[in-house]
């Protein structure tokens, strides 16, 4: 069974620092590339940040862009999303995806089912 | 970035047929990807491509595109597929991808 497991969320004041990590099982994890999309309480999907296979690729949303730092180890099969200088706005579920691609599209499948990061002091 | 938009919310009768619209202007040179979110769940894919369903997925989901709109169809839509569905691409002027704001569809 193809699945992504994220860990790593809670609750961080303002300022400081989290790691989040997923796990993916059941496919060839260095063979794609992969996305982490995060969703605030009430909100809709915000794409974060995506990574290539080779890990040569990387892509940012203006929105995290100097703060966060996507990197993954294929000998692993694992994902993960180095959060620093954390503010309210950053809280939210954080989903990991797998990014597949065709002719003039990509889509995410599978998703993980999330993990919640709450800032807060 | 370029934008995705789609309306907040639409409603449909049990059994009947509702679109479901995303615009923007990536939409012109990408397909849209369709994800169906019920509350606490993760998003699932429900069309990618042209109109391609992943393995699951009911027939009554498809998906078309015209100009700068992509569209997700249910034909007989059921009480179960009252959900979130949002809509994403390529973002043709950003760094990789985004999302539509989503649409709260309501089976009645």
């Known amino acids: 069974e193809v699945q992504l497991v994220e860990s790593g969320g809670g609750l961080v004041q303002p300022g400081g620092s989290l790691r989040l990590s997923c796990a993916a099982s059941?496919?060839?994890?260095?063979?794609?590339?992969m996305n982490w999309v995060r969703q605030a309480p009430g909100k809709g999907l915000e794409w974060v940040s995506y990574?290539?296979?080779?890990?040569?690729?990387?892509y940012y949303a203006d929105s995290v862009k100097g703060r966060f730092t996507i990197s993954r180890d294929n000998a692993k099969n694992s994902l993960y999303l180095q959060m620093n200088s954390l503010r309210d706005e950053d809280t939210a579920v954080y989903y990991c995806a797998r990014e597949n691609s065709g002719s003039y599209s990509n889509w995410f499948d599978p998703w993980g089912q999330g993990t919640l990061v709450t800032v807060s002091s | 970035s370029s934008e995705l938009t789609q309306d907040p919310a639409v409603s449909v009768a049990l059994g009947q047929t509702v679109r479901i619209t995303c615009q923007g202007d990536s939409l012109r040179s990408y397909y849209a990807s369709w994800y169906q979110q019920k509350p606490g769940q993760a998003p699932v894919l429900v069309i990618y491509g042209k109109n391609n369903r992943p393995s699951g997925i009911p027939d009554r989901f498809s998906g078309s595109s015209s100009g700068n709109t992509a569209s997700l169809t249910i034909t007989g839509a059921q009480a179960e597929d009252e959900a979130d569905y949002y809509c994403?691409?390529?973002?043709?002027?950003?760094?990789?991808?985004?999302f539509g704001g989503g649409t709260k569809l309501t089976v009645l």
């Open positions: 990574i290539s296979s080779s890990s040569s690729t990387i």
């Open positions: 059941g496919f060839t994890f260095s063979s794609y590339s």
């Open positions: 994403n691409s390529r973002d043709s002027s950003g760094p990789h991808v985004v």
